[in-house]
């Protein structure tokens, strides 16, 4: 198979706290059945949260969507997974269907584009490739896409691992801050 394999990622339900396990479960089917070219990544929907508690900052991880799993699988039918995929994910152990599935034997809707970015930036992870951007704090940027674009900013910090920075943009006379990500700026000014 040469050419490129379209991936969509589907979310499953399952017992609320049992989300590792299914996790667990479904990647050692993954394995056991002969599914890693159809079934590829598989996540729990988790954030890093940071919490004070007698005066002390501590690190938490939080279940955003508590009996829930994503699963990124090939979909080479019009968006939608094989039959195989589908037959091994709906009878793993714990999972109790799939989210967008009408029932009586249909198979789920993929989550768009934009949820799956939405789900990952949350997350931490990063779902595009990464940006080679050289940038320092006190530098004007030019914002190129986003609510703000076509004006200038000033970078106050940078977050090469999220790979997002935070300027601040003049609006209606005022300093506001934002965050970018590094394919909304350039850092190549015009001068006139």
């Known amino acids: 198979m040469s050419e490129e394999i379209e991936k969509s990622w589907f979310v499953v339900h399952t017992y609320s706290g049992y989300e590792h396990k299914v996790k667990a479960n479904l990647e050692s089917r993954t394995q056991t059945m ?3 070219e159809q079934i590829f990544r598989i996540l729990v929907p988790e954030q890093e949260v940071t919490t004070i508690q007698d005066g002390e900052a501590k690190q938490t991880v939080e279940n955003d969507f508590p009996g829930y799993v994503l699963v990124e699988m090939a979909t080479p039918y019009e968006d939608n997974m094989t039959d195989e995929a589908w037959y ?13 599935s009408h029932g009586a034997g249909s198979k789920p809707n993929s ?34 896409s986003g609510p703000f674009s076509g004006m ?13 920075l935070e300027a601040t943009v003049a609006v209606f006379g005022r300093e506001t801050p934002t965050e970018l990500d590094f394919s909304d700026v350039d850092t190549t000014l015009d001068s006139l």
């Open 34 to 36: 002969g599914m890693s």
């Open 88 to 100: 091994v994910v709906r009878n793993t152990p714990g999972v109790t269907g799939f989210l967008g």
């Open 111 to 144: 989550l768009l584009p934009e949820e799956v970015d939405l789900l990952m930036k949350r997350m931490g992870m990063v779902t595009r490739e990464q940006v080679d951007l050289d940038v320092a704090v006190g530098q004007t940027v030019k914002i190129i």
């Open 152 to 164: 200038e900013g000033v970078v106050t910090s940078i977050d090469q691992e999220k790979q997002t």
